[in-house]
């Protein structure tokens, strides 16, 4: 009798992240504000929003929700915020 050994690990080549380029002002740009429909994040976000606009001159705000929490964002939101010039996320709890 044989005993086969199985190797649950795979082999993947990744490409190096690299980070966006820092805006050098917010005037007059688009923010994009992704919302993960936790408790407290509409709350988070209107503030941070309010804030983008009196005090960096944020032109408009695109808000975009997510339905699950714990999963990805669907491609066609992702698609939508990608016109923006920066997007915030975060955790509402």
Known sequence: MSITVLNPTSSSESQPLQMARR?????????????????NAERIFFRVERSLRERYGVREVLWRRKH??????PAALIAELAACDAIITGVGD
């Open 68 to 73: 699950n929490f714990s999963a990805p964002a």
């Open 23 to 39: 805006l050098e002002s917010l005037e007059g740009r688009v923010v994009g504000v992704l919302d993960n429909h936790k408790m």
